[in-house]
């Protein structure tokens, strides 16, 4: 592992003065992976984590293990583990030598229109785009697994779903911040707010958890005892598709028992790009995370930014600049591309160096001055990510959500299910942001059955042609740059995988204009970025990567420590 540690056979003088001859491990870097020789499986639960490393241990694949690991944590991460959302898989399969990806991102319901959000006034209504039925995508998450497992991975439905059964049947030990979110005033307010939702994470009375008690999801776990039987049939067309569309009908949703027919993941060819030869394969459109990935890296590694350092002020100032071209390209040019023709020239390098010119090392670009950019012609072709790594050298990248941490807050009665409300990733009006703050266009209008954009960007980055690095995150608008950040760091800064997702990140999205730091940068840093001109927004963490590096024979794992609970755990 790069600069990991050296192993130095050295003679040691012992406080007594007798030599003594065991080996030192002197290491560089205060932050440690997990390693292994048999494969890896990081997410933001250890215990999720676990199932998953037993699947590889049994001797299931990649994609077996990541499947039992998505339903796990469907179980135990209940703020973004779901069946009730969607998201997007990357898996690369060692003997095709080939990734495929995954789009089993929510659809609109067909009844939604452009307007689904506004008031009579015209005006765009939070509660209705966030916290109602009609917030609710078409879940693609059953769908998706489902089609990974059957399509890729070599276990059964009912083998991998198994535990995840257990664990909503049995119960599982609530952790401190699951306890702690449940009974903050906001969360319980949002999750009692159906009787079926009371009943799935408060005790009777309304009395909250303790950590260390054991959480039971029983009708969740009747859910997931219906795939198991009837497979993702019992979801689109069974028992649970029935008691969402009652659910729909009773209190305003606009799901019907057709949309759940229809609704198909979508198989697509990755976004690859290159940064100093490395090969960077990533999601592609519904998800803007790929594509802004790469062009951003494209754009970043025309500066030194080694020689310049990991968190120095001109390697911040120049990575904000680069953000805010991006997302300030994605206002305007991204969305469905089954609805709109995106221009994939977004990741053109001579775009790149088109956008760079205008970059000044000294001077701040104000955002006004930005505007989307015209592409050039394509020439080349509360969300939680989790990835794994097995020892056959096939690898999975997954980050799926309901959006919000627990979505909606709606619970479908019967089914212990929260649902997604990902129809607020649309753009609901030109110029009003969405719930990240974001702006969109006619790119990202609502449409009946289009995919809402989102930002998720499961990576997995190539060394001489083999899988090298997985990684992916959480955190809304705020995840491409999350990504970027922790492959640079590994990439460019030298940081062994651990360090790399430790270390703290920034963020710029061109609009609101303000640079977002975590704790952890220096005060002479900030005070110079501030001089600079830079208005800063002390930051709550940022993301949550969970990510592998294979180097040799070994794979290291690394857990974000900003989500307690998550794990690395080898087989
Ligand atoms: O798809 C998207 O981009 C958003 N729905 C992701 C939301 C998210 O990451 C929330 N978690 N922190």
């Known amino acids: 592992m790069k600069g990991y540690c050296i192993i130095i056979f050295a003679c040691l003088l012992s406080p007594l003065g007798v030599v003594s001859e065991l080996p030192i491990i002197e290491y560089k870097s205060i932050h440690h992976p997990v390693i292994s020789k048999t494969g890896m499986v990081v997410s933001q639960r250890e215990i999720a984590s676990k199932v998953g490393a037993e699947i590889l241990r049994k001797g299931g694949n990649a994609v077996d293990a990541a499947v039992a690991t998505g339903l796990a944590l469907a179980v135990v991460l209940p703020r973004a583990g779901n069946i009730g959302g969607g998201g997007f898989m990357l898996v690369y399969l060692k003997d095709l030598d080939k990734t495929i990806a995954i789009d089993y991102r929510e659809k609109a319901p067909k009844a939604a229109y452009r307007d689904l959000f506004l008031d009579e006034k015209g005006n765009y209504d939070r509660k209705k785009a966030q916290f109602s039925l009609l917030s609710a995508g078409v879940p693609g998450t059953v769908a998706g697994l489902h089609l990974a497992l059957i399509k890729y991975g070599t276990m059964s439905w009912e083998e991998v779903i198994e535990p995840a059964i257990t664990l909503a049947k049995d119960g599982f030990p609530i952790p401190h911040d699951l306890a702690n979110i449940l009974a903050s005033e906001n969360y319980k307010k949002r999750l009692t707010s159906t009787a079926a939702g009371s009943k799935s994470f408060y005790k009777k009375g309304l009395k909250n958890y303790v950590a260390g008690e054991i959480l039971i999801q029983k009708d969740l776990a009747w859910s997931l005892g219906q795939l198991k039987d009837f497979g993702p049939k019992a979801f689109y067309e069974g028992e649970i598709a029935k008691?969402?569309?009652?659910?729909?009908?009773?209190?305003?949703?606009?799901?019907?028992?057709?949309?759940?027919?229809?609704?198909?993941?979508?198989?697509?060819?990755?976004?690859?790009?290159?940064?100093?030869?490395?090969?960077?394969?990533?999601?592609?459109?519904?998800?803007?995370?790929?594509?802004?990935?790469?062009?951003?890296?494209?754009?970043?590694?025309?500066?030194?930014?080694?020689?310049?350092?990991?968190?120095?002020?001109?390697?911040?100032?120049?990575?904000?600049e680069v953000m805010k071209r991006a997302y300030s390209d994605r206002s305007k040019h991204l969305g469905d591309m089954d609805f709109y023709a995106v221009p994939f020239g977004l990741m053109n390098k001579d775009y790149a160096s088109k956008l760079n010119e205008k970059i000044s090392i000294d001077q701040v670009t104000p955002s006004k001055d930005i505007n989307p950019g015209d592409p050039y012609p394509y020439e080349s072709p509360d969300t939680?990510?989790?990835?794994?790594?097995?020892?056959?050298?096939?690898?999975?990248?997954?980050?799926?959500?309901?959006?919000?941490?627990?979505?909606?807050?709606?619970?479908?009665?019967?089914?212990?299910?929260?649902?997604?409300?990902?129809?607020?990733?649309?753009?609901?009006?030109?110029?009003?942001?969405?719930?990240?703050?974001?702006?969109?266009?006619?790119?990202?209008?609502?449409?009946?059955?289009?995919?809402?954009?989102?930002?998720?960007?499961?990576?997995?980055?190539?060394?001489?042609?083999?899988?090298?690095?997985?990684?992916?995150?959480?955190?809304?608008?705020?995840?491409?740059?999350?990504?970027?950040?922790?492959?640079?760091?590994?990439?460019?800064?030298?940081?062994?995988?651990?360090?790399?997702?430790?270390?703290?990140?920034?963020?710029?999205?061109?609009?609101?204009?303000?640079?977002?730091?975590?704790?952890?940068?220096?005060?002479?840093?900030?005070?110079?970025?501030?001089?600079?001109?830079?208005?800063?927004?002390?930051?709550?963490?940022?993301?949550?990567?969970?990510?592998?590096?294979?180097?040799?024979?070994?794979?290291?794992?690394?857990?974000?420590?900003?989500?307690?609970d998550s794990g690395a755990v080898a087989p």
């Open 243 to 320: 008691k969402i569309v009652q659910e729909m009908k009773k209190n305003g949703g606009l799901i019907t028992l057709q949309d759940l027919k229809n609704y198909r993941p979508v198989e697509r060819e990755p976004v690859k790009g290159t940064y100093r030869g490395y090969d960077i394969i990533s999601m592609p459109p519904a998800s803007s995370g790929g594509i802004h990935l790469i062009q951003m890296l494209n754009m970043l590694e025309q500066f030194p930014l080694k020689d310049l350092g990991f968190g120095s002020a001109k390697t911040i100032h120049l990575m904000a």
């Open 384 to 564: 939680t990510h989790f990835s794994v790594m097995d020892k056959y050298g096939n690898v999975v990248s997954n980050t799926y959500t309901l959006n919000f941490s627990y979505g909606s807050g709606i619970v479908i009665p019967g089914t212990g299910m929260l649902i997604n409300n990902e129809m607020d990733d649309f753009s609901s009006k030109p110029g009003v942001p969405n719930g990240y703050g974001l702006l969109g266009s006619e790119a990202n209008s609502i449409q009946g059955d289009k995919r809402p954009l989102s930002s998720m960007t499961p990576t997995i980055i190539f060394k001489d042609k083999n899988p090298y690095f997985v990684l992916g995150s959480p955190g809304g608008s705020r995840i491409i740059t999350t990504v970027l950040q922790v492959a640079l760091n590994v990439m460019e800064h030298d940081m062994n995988i651990a360090q790399a997702v430790n270390s703290p990140r920034m963020h710029h999205q061109w609009l609101p204009e303000v640079l977002m730091l975590e704790d952890g940068f220096s005060p002479d840093t900030i005070e110079i970025l501030e001089d600079k001109g830079y208005q800063i927004y002390p930051s709550r963490t940022m993301g949550s990567v969970q990510a592998i590096v294979k180097e040799g024979d070994y794979f290291y794992g690394a857990a974000d420590p900003r989500r307690p």
